[in-house]
């Protein structure tokens, strides 16, 4: 089993940042990438941002040029920047990590960001 355990969510207000990361821990091998989503309520979870293994980094429209993803592969983390926040950013932002057969999902962290 893989374990992912997040941290950095909170309260902010627009115009603010945040930092959130992502440790994985447990039978980890092979990862093809690691990355973000997030749901806000009576809304499908959706993508933020993913990074794979290979270096390459898939960001949300909504998101590219205020958000930025970065992994240090060597502690098996995830990190997501988040800039310039607005209150559509409002979400509970969860890691995944994906292993090809297998996919893993954080227990989520809230970003809330106030008008």
């Known amino acids: 089993q893989v ?6 969510g909170g309260l902010v207000q627009a115009g603010g940042s945040l930092r959130l990361s992502c440790a994985a821990s447990g039978r980890i ?22 990074k794979s293994s290979g270096g390459g980094t898939n960001h949300a429209n909504s998101v590219k040029g205020r958000f ?7 502690k098996n983390t995830v990190y997501l ?3 310039s926040l607005k209150p559509e950013d409002t979400a509970v932002y969860y890691c995944n990590l994906d292993q090809g057969i297998s996919r893993y999902w954080g227990q989520g962290t809230q970003v809330t960001v106030s008008s």
């Open 3 to 8: 374990q992912l355990v997040e941290s950095g």
């Open 29 to 50: 091998s092979n990862i093809n990438s690691m990355g973000w989503y997030r749901q806000s309520p009576g809304k499908q979870r959706e993508l933020v941002a993913v």
């Open 68 to 74: 930025t993803i970065s992994r240090d592969n060597a």
């Open 81 to 83: 920047q988040m800039n």
